[in-house]
């Protein structure tokens, strides 16, 4: 179990970061071998964070191709950072050999035309020369990301490449038990802030100020780096969940469902969901509904175990055709729902019934995942709720523990 100190200290240890460095680059070692990879190129940012340990800030991260890295067999990684910040990142991160840092070459969210045709040249030969260093230039390349440019210019130098993406995926999914003991962390603040929420919240209060006093909340917490979304849907705007916050006033006896969707502690995120009556008691139907919520969601938290499957868990749902008259399950995406947590809020597995049951996928000691489970009437009120979870020899460990067996009355 997790000491649940958030720094480092002489006399326990906590995380092991360089035990977990070793992991991960060696995880994706192995999965570029499985999938017979000479090399894979990372663009995406919780692949680059997996196989360098490096941070970058938050505008560099959404946007591939800014910066990237590449795995080779027997050497450490090489990082293509954005401009001059491989400066700092050769005074910060000695585990990367400093003539393994070098800039990038990047033309998306930025250049296009011949402007992009010049960069994704320089792109494709730096690229080539780190290949040829490790003797791989003429074996299948990995790729997780790919756009138009790089496809031309793929061909004119007559690279092999194929999905990267997929070994990435299942190098990230399985955690070691440093990966675990931060993803602890991620749960008890997240306690620690619906807590404070159920103590914060009144009638009153905007969707926006819950979200601005959570955000402020984390970001006075050491090593968190980033809040990707505090969602707060009242009222009406939680059923459908919209997934968002607003100007919206939140009214006396309203049912409020906020996530901490991807708050982000040293590269772990979260998803983390709890309902809430502000200003009032939950009604009669308000509890119908989320015990029925609450029922699902305990379900499929008993379907996981080691060698269970997805279809196991996503099975335990009920179909969106027969709960809410929809037209497929396409339309209830991300309702009935499980995905992997880690440096990504989609690692695998990702759980739902429009695959899971036709394409299962193992569930192996060690994952981590969320799964969560809402209910509502339209334009009504909405309640959702979600648990994170560690998949343990014996059974699923539960790493979030703000009650849960019922509506939180706050305010």
């Not at 139907?285 to 269970?308: M, T």
Request: hydrophobic share 40%.
């Amino acid at each position: 179990m997790a000491s649940f100190g958030t720094g480092s200290v002489d006399w326990q240890e906590r995380i092991n970061w360089q035990r977990m460095r070793e992991y991960r680059v060696e995880r994706a070692r192995e999965s570029m071998r499985k999938h017979g990879l000479g090399a894979i190129l990372c663009m995406y940012d919780e692949n680059i964070r997996y196989i360098t340990s490096t941070l970058t800030p938050g505008w560099n991260r959404l946007k591939p191709g800014l910066r990237y890295a590449v795995l080779v067999e027997g050497r450490e990684p090489i990082l293509f950072e954005q401009g001059d910040i491989g400066i700092h990142v050769e005074k910060h991160s000695p585990w990367i050999p400093k003539e393994n840092v070098r800039h990038s070459f990047s033309w998306i969210k930025g250049a296009a035309g011949p402007a992009s045709e010049m960069q994704v040249t320089k792109f494709v030969k730096a690229l080539l020369e780190a290949l040829e260093e490790a003797g791989v230039r003429d074996q299948p390349l990995g790729v997780d990301f790919i756009d138009i440019n790089m496809i031309r210019a793929f061909e004119r130098a007559h690279i092999s490449w194929t999905d990267g993406m997929t070994p990435m995926m299942e190098a990230r999914a399985v955690k070691n038990r440093d990966e675990h003991e931060a993803m602890r962390i991620v749960g008890a603040i997240g306690d620690a802030l619906h807590y404070e929420f159920s103590k914060f919240l009144k009638p009153g209060l905007t969707e926006n100020q819950v979200t601005a006093f959570g955000m402020k909340y984390l970001y006075d917490i050491p090593g968190m780096e980033d809040v990707e979304d505090i969602i707060v849907s009242s009222g009406p705007n939680a059923w459908p969940n919209w997934r968002n916050f607003s100007d919206r006033i939140i009214r006396p006896g309203e049912i409020v469902i906020i996530d901490l969707a991807a708050l982000t502690w040293n590269g772990f995120k979260s998803c983390y969901y709890r309902t809430y009556c502000v200003g009032g008691k939950p009604t009669a139907e308000h509890k119908q509904y989320y015990d029925i919520a609450l029922g699902w969601l305990n379900d499929s938290i008993a379907a996981v175990r080691p060698g269970a499957t997805t279809a196991d868990i996503a099975s335990r749902w009920p179909s969106a055709m027969e709960i809410w008259g929809y037209a497929d399950e396409d339309q209830a995406a991300a309702n009935l729902w499980g995905h992997g947590l880690g440096l990504a809020q989609y690692d695998m597995p990702v759980i739902s019934r429009i695959w899971s049951l036709d394409y299962p996928q193992e569930i192996q000691q060690g994952m981590v995942f969320a799964l969560e489970t809402q209910h509502g009437k339209v334009h009504e009120f909405g309640v959702r709720i979600e648990e994170m979870i560690i998949v343990q020899e014996d059974g699923p460990e539960l790493i979030t523990t703000f009650p849960v067996s019922e509506i939180t009355v706050a305010g």
